[in-house]
């Protein structure tokens, strides 16, 4: 269950993050989904660390998906750059939490 409220975190964090976008282009209704989007994550990572994930497992998996996820999307949504660099330093991200994943289970 840990791993589908870890899911959930990173999903709602991603959508309050590309609302927070939207809003700042001028569509200020959006403020009130950045809200909801990121007390939804906050609360779904608390249910993560509740069931027992750890902190440096659980944060480091939530921030790097959110961050890999999020300029992905950016370039969908909003035409922003994902250049080969930029690619590079998502797959370097990924594998720098599969080494925190795997060294926590030691």
Known sequence: MQWLFLAGAIIFEVIGTICLRMAATGQRAYYAAVAVGYLLA?????????EGLGLGVAYGIWAASGVALTAIASKALFQEPLTPLMMGGIALIIGGVLLVEVGAAH
């Open 42 to 50: 906050f609360t779904f990572l608390t249910l993560t660390l509740d």
